[in-house]
Every structure is written in C-alpha cells, then in structure tokens.
C-alpha cells in the first residue's frame, strides 16, 4: 500500500468532547436544553450540516437550521482545539509510514480549512501531502471523489490505495472507489463497522502501520 487515506475525526484525532460542547453551544443558542455526550457523538460523520441537522431534530425550519448552522460553525471554529488531541500511537506510526515513503492524506466531511487547522495545530501537518474536507468537491463521503482525486494527483492506483476510518461512510466510500478499508475500532462509531465489514480492522493505530510495512 503505497497511498493512504485516512478519515479524521474518530481516526487521527478524538474531538468528541469539542463536537459534543459545539453542538450543545448551539442548541442552548437556539433556545434548546442540551443532548448527552454520546448521543451527539452518534450524530458524527457525514459533515455539520448532517450533524446540525440531526442535533436540532426533525421539526427544525431551514431558517433555524441555517442559523444554528453558522452558529456551530463560528464557536467550533474558535474551540476546535481546547480537547482535541491525536489518538495514542498516531504520530509515531505516521512518522514510521512517512519514513518508509508512504503518500499520505486526510480525507475528511468536516470543512477543509478547519481541518487543515486541527491537523497543523496538532503537529501532524507535515506527514500529509493534502488535506481534503466535505467543502472541497462538489460531494462529500461517501462519494468517491476524493479518493479519485488524491489517486490522480499521486499517480497511484487502486491496488495499492488504502483508506482508514471508523465508520461505515469510510467502508461505503472505499467500496464506492473500488479499494480496500481498514477500520479502526476506537473511534465514534464501531458498531456500524461490521455491514459493509472493511478489509481489515485494528485496535490501534500501531497495528496498521505494522500490516502496511510487513506487506
């Protein structure tokens, strides 16, 4: 596997914490009593007009969704990185795949200039040869376009791309470019990782930079 693709949050990074804070900012701006941490972690994954949307419930207008929308954009914006931090093992095993001449980047449904934010302010930026986030094609995950795109710009094919993530949207977009997955079991959502099932499944970051130097 010469190119990897990895999703962000629930992957590289834990921001549940500054999600579930974000989201709850909004709902009490909005007039709304705050949700349980983890209900907000299961609304992650498709990008924050999703999350928003799901957070605000079904009897939301378009008017109050597009304000609590801007709304958690601008607080997020400005409290992305008060608790967020790298998963346990993730910098030493992208420093180990970068030293061995691995193409990495991140492909991600969160807004691309925040995620470029939380991967340099985290420190990470440099083993990454592009960010990629849910504004930057005209679709998100799990359209394949992103992957199509950093597969153009690398060069590399489909046999030796690998994408990394810890839900059924990254399996889905993998499956939708015709590459295989590995998932991670830490992350937000584990339990949607068993249909469609991904290629591989590790407990650790560690455990994939092994399998992709062994190989």
């Known amino acids: 596997m010469d190119l990897l693709i990895f999703d962000l949050d629930g992957t590289l990074i834990d921001s ?3 999600l579930a804070n974000a989201v709850n900012a909004t709902r009490l701006h ?3 009593v705050p949700l349980s941490n983890q209900r907000v972690y299961s ?3 498709n990008g924050a007009p999703v999350l ?3 957070a605000m419930g079904e009897q939301a207008t378009e ?3 597009q304000e609590a ?3 958690f954009l601008e607080y997020y914006r400005e409290h992305d990185l008060d608790f967020t931090t790298l998963y346990p093992g993730v910098r030493e095993s992208l420093d180990r795949l970068q030293a061995a001449g691995k193409r990495m980047a991140v492909l991600t449904n969160k807004p691309v200039n925040m ?3 939380i991967v340099n302010g985290l420190g990470v930026a440099g083993h990454f040869f592009q960010v990629y986030g849910g504004n930057s094609f005209e679709c998100k995950k799990p359209n394949p376009i992103g992957i199509e795109a950093l597969m153009r710009e690398t060069g590399i094919n489909r046999a030796r791309t690998l994408m990394i993530g810890d839900s059924s949207v990254d399996v889905q977009t993998a499956r939708n470019a015709q590459i295989p997955c590995c998932g991670v079991t830490y992350g937000f959502q584990p339990e949607t990782l068993v249909d469609p099932a991904p290629e591989l499944l590790v407990d ?4 994939l930079a092994d399998w992709v130097l062994a190989r």
Do not use: C
Request: hydrophobic residues 35%; without cysteine.
């Open 16 to 18: 549940r914490l500054d």
């Open 63 to 65: 008017a109050e969704l």
């Open 115 to 117: 995620s470029r934010n």
């Open 52 to 54: 928003v949307r799901r």
């Open 69 to 71: 929308l801007e709304f």
């Open 43 to 45: 609304y992650v994954g």
């Open 30 to 32: 909005m007039g709304k």
């Open 204 to 207: 650790r970051m560690e455990e």
